[in-house]
């Protein structure tokens, strides 16, 4: 008995296209009818199938039961927030003041010593393991960036950028709704695009009398959000005005102009305008732009009248770098609300000192030198080198101390301890913060002994070193010109207004140490002998000295010691005795009398 199940579909006939039925011989399960069929959803095509897809091209869900690889990598799949496993400590987030001194130490060397990991860990309060692990990650973010520029990835260049705001200034800018020109007054010719508004826009002379026209369209003055002022000429802008016209701005900008003071009712101000007097309305500003005018510094009090700006561009300008400007790292210590600095790698200083390097470096760098700095000196940077490295003097002059300061900023090159009371040099030759500083200011204190310096490596490394006016009295002459000969960096030494011991068997060395290196001892003439009384030498210049002199042939008696006239005495003494000795032994062989020392002994 054969049964057979369909859903509908007519069984083919003998001779169709399954290619293998013919008859009933096979039964309604067997594989070729099964194969034959069409699933369900199908539709039959007119065209021939070859023998070896025909089979499957009605079965979809045939084809969805096959293997298929993941699109992604295994290792990618992985989706949402990932617990952390059990056992671990969470990630506790680095401070700024721990990144900004890790990343000052990462420009100065990207490799650090088993001492200097110890150090930067005891002063950043983090452990050695943490301190190990950033310079790790700081090491492969600078390859992977290193591998991104050199295949060509980059970023907008800062003259891209000043064409784009010059392009804004002269009608180019990305907001362009109902640009339209105001009348000005009768007589001032139109000067292109020096003033313009957008979002109500409107363009605008570049002279003042235009703004105070402008003041007769007070419906549109109050409405107007967006300003924008190019091309300026003057030296000084006065903004008061400007915010009196138009108190409800949402975005000031100030580009390309020649402007290096702002003042309040024209009176000249400082390098910057106090704009807490020049701005008493922009209480809705949110957007400050003044990058590519040529100001110089700008404080926190300067903003402190401004509470909405969230915002604000400075880029372009040849900043100081000073102090002052501490505030643009942490603003909201300073009470404002800027969230957002744009183009802050544009931001770059000029001058001398850190002309061309980034302003937010040269700020970060100040503040750790701050954090750093000894209590009772004073540090400062005299020159930023390479990628943001500092060359840091630190001042400790006219301090009264008793001993050189313990710790030292890193990168500290020049150390100035003049006039104060120190008796000894040791951290030069102990103490590490001390390696890397070349030029050592000693004038003026107590120190009467340089051996501690003798063999030291700072001895051989060092470029300048000052000890005018201190106790000393003689060098080790061997060690100081051992060291003098392979240093490469040394420049000046200055030895004058001491108290140099002259007698014959110190002073020629020292005087042919002085010539030998005639050109590095900047104070050759004020090397003088001791000033002291009954002594012919007293106050003349060593350099002067001649050795026939030093070691002149004076009387017998005025060249012995105390020692010699000892030893004098026990010679003639050791005569007399053995004169005496023979005398007596003569004359008890002649008569036979005993000495008279003879009747007193037992």
């Not at 008493?280 to 005018?293: F, G, R």
């Not at 007698?503 to 005087?511: H, L, N, V, Y």
């Not at 003088?528 to 030498?537: G, L």
């Not at 005398?583 to 036979?592: A, L, M, N, P, T």
Request: glycine share 4%; with cysteine.
């Amino acid at each position: 008995m054969k049964t057979s199940y369909s859903s509908g579909d007519e069984s083919p006939s003998p001779g169709e296209d399954s290619g293998h039925w013919t008859s009933g011989h096979h039964s309604d399960f067997s594989i070729d009818y099964i194969l034959s069929k069409d699933g369900p959803g199908s539709r039959r095509t007119q065209q021939p199938r070859s023998p070896e897809t025909a089979p499957l091209d009605g079965f979809a869900w045939l084809q969805c039961t096959r293997y298929r690889p993941p699109k992604l990598q295994r290792s990618r799949r992985k989706e949402g927030r990932q617990r952390r496993q059990p056992g671990r400590n969470p990630r506790i987030p680095f401070s700024g003041e721990q990144v900004a001194l890790l990343e000052q130490r990462f420009r100065a060397s990207q490799y650090l010593g088993g001492s200097e990991v110890a150090r930067l860990s005891s002063i950043l309060c983090l452990s050695e393991t943490r301190v190990k692990i950033w310079f790790q990650n700081r090491r492969a973010r600078e390859r992977r960036e290193r591998q991104a520029n050199s295949t060509g990835i980059s970023t907008n260049s800062p003259t891209d950028e000043k064409e784009a705001t010059t392009n804004s200034c002269i009608g180019e800018s990305p907001i362009k709704s109902n640009i339209k020109i105001l009348p000005t007054s009768q007589t001032s010719a139109f000067m292109p695009y020096a003033f313009k508004m957008a979002s109500n826009s409107s363009i605008m002379d570049n002279n003042y009398d235009s703004i105070k026209n402008y003041a007769l369209y007070q419906e549109v003055a109050l409405e107007l959000q967006h300003l924008l002022l190019c091309n300026l000429e003057q030296a000084d802008l006065n903004l008061s005005e400007i915010s009196h016209h138009f108190p409800y701005l949402v975005t000031l900008e100030v580009h390309n102009s020649n402007i290096t003071t702002i003042d309040h009712n024209g009176a000249a101000g400082s390098s910057f305008p106090n704009l807490q007097i020049m701005l008493p309305h922009l209480h809705a500003l949110d957007k400050l732009d003044l990058s590519y005018n040529r100001l110089t510094d700008l404080s926190a009090y300067d903003l402190v009248n401004v509470p909405n700006l969230r915002s604000i561009s400075l880029a372009g300008n040849p900043w100081e770098c000073e102090r002052s400007m501490l505030w643009l790292l942490e603003p909201q210590k300073y009470f404002l609300p800027i969230q957002h600095f744009i183009s802050n790698e544009r931001m770059t200083c000029g001058g001398k000192k850190y002309n061309g390097k980034q302003v937010m470096g040269v700020l970060n760098m100040k503040k750790v030198l701050e954090d750093t700095c000894p209590e009772v000196c004073t540090c400062s940077i005299d020159k930023v080198v390479g990628n943001l490295i500092p060359l840091i003097t630190v001042d400790c002059s006219h301090r009264g101390l008793t001993e050189m300061p313990k710790t030292l900023p890193i990168n500290t090159t020049t150390l100035r301890l003049q006039n104060n009371k120190l008796t000894d040099v040791m951290p030069l030759v102990n103490n590490t913060d001390y390696s890397i500083v070349k030029d050592v200011y000693l004038d003026y204190n107590r120190i009467a002994s340089l051996d501690v310096l003798e063999g030291s490596k700072w001895l051989e490394s060092f470029r300048l070193l000052s000890l005018r006016g201190n106790y000393l009295t003689q060098l080790h002459i061997y060690s100081f010109n051992h060291a003098f000969e392979p240093n490469q960096h040394f420049d000046n030494i200055f030895l004058g207004k001491n108290p140099w011991k002259c007698d014959c068997s110190f002073t020629p060395a020292f005087r042919d140490l002085i010539l030998k290196y005639e050109s590095y001892v900047k104070d050759i003439n004020d090397i003088r002998c001791a000033e002291t009384d009954n002594d012919e030498n007293s106050n003349l210049l060593i350099v002067d000295l001649q050795t026939r002199t030093l070691c002149v042939e004076k009387g017998f008696l005025t060249k012995l010691s105390f020692l010699d006239y000892c030893s004098l005495l026990f010679a003639t003494l050791t005569v007399l005795v053995i004169s005496n000795f023979i005398f007596d032994w003569i004359r008890y062989r002649k008569s036979g009398k005993l000495p008279w020392i003879a009747k007193y002994l037992p």
